[in-house]
């Protein structure tokens, strides 16, 4: 095949989804990978209709230990090697530390940051030896905010996303490869996130203004990458956030980060 092959997880909904179609209307082939096969066929189906590309759905859930050898075990039965590697399943676990299970917190790592991180370790070689990587990490704007009272991990594995993305893209450099690698930081973002972890009423609170669609955020996170930054946050508003984040002193922007948990933030207290 000559054309590239983009590698995309949580490709079943929201930003993933909305990935998928941007590669495809590039003329990019997919993988596609989530746990809910029938959303990823439904979706392949859409794409290689619409714009005569190849889909290819492998259904796992990056939860189970060895997901990711699978992942990797399965696009190499197609003959294919990735291109591009988009790190997006993700989800949120309300509560905080004090009233969720160490199982619960140790699952959402695995998901979230072991396995981006494990994927992107792996698929390196492969696109040294090919002479070409992008790999796109789905961060987050909190990456760069204060630690929040409850979803007590999201903000630092998003952190920890942003200096991987840094890191690895500053080697790739230096090394001369011809691999970029790039942390996408969204803010909020109209998709089903909040919705499947119970949020959405707290976060319909914030304005109007604070949210993006989709596709704006994944057009800056391919442009991002073409262009061989290591970090892009879309949206003007969410520009403006960033910097503000990096400015406030940090007993303000601490202040700040504990009524915004309070207003917008699941407890389960």
């Known amino acids: 095949m000559t054309r590239r092959l983009a590698l995309i997880t949580g490709a079943s909904a929201g930003i993933g989804a909305e990935f998928a179609r941007q590669y495809a209307a590039r003329g990019w082939d997919v993988a596609l990978t989530a746990r809910r096969a029938d959303r990823l066929e439904k979706l392949a189906l859409e794409l290689e209709d619409r714009f005569e590309i190849s889909a290819t759905v492998i259904a796992q859930d990056l939860a189970v230990e060895g997901a990711v050898d699978s992942i990797l075990a399965e ?97 790739a450099k230096r090394a001369g490869y011809n691999i970029h690698v790039t942390a996408l930081c969204p803010g909020l973002t109209w998709t089903e996130f909040h919705d499947v972890n119970g949020t959405r009423a707290r976060t319909n609170q914030a304005p109007e203004w ?18 061989g930054m290591p970090v892009v946050v879309p949206g003007a508003q969410n520009k403006g956030l960033a910097t503000l984040a990096k400015l406030l002193p940090d007993p303000i922007a601490r202040a700040v980060m504990a009524e915004q948990s309070r207003r917008f933030r699941d407890l389960k207290e």
């Not at 004090?98 to 370790?121: G, Y």
């Not at 961060?139 to 009272?149: D, M, R």
């Not at 996303?161 to 840094?166: C, P, Q, Y």
Request: aromatic share 8%; charged share 15%; net charge negative.
């Open 75 to 171: 696009l190499q039965e197609t003959g294919r090697h990735a291109d591009a590697l988009i790190n997006n399943a993700g989800y949120g676990l309300p509560g905080t530390f004090f009233n969720t299970s160490w199982e619960e917190q140790a699952t959402f790592l695995r998901v979230m940051l072991n396995a981006p991180c494990e994927l992107v370790h792996k698929m390196l070689p492969d696109m040294v030896e090919h002479g070409y990587g992008r790999i796109i990490n789905v961060a987050s704007l909190v990456g760069y905010t204060p630690g929040s009272a409850g979803h007590t991990l999201y903000a630092p594995v998003k952190s920890a996303l942003i200096k991987l993305s840094e890191s690895v893209h500053a080697e």
């Open 210 to 227: 604070m949210w993006m669609q989709a596709g704006p955020v994944v057009e800056a996170g391919l442009d991002a990458v073409d262009r």
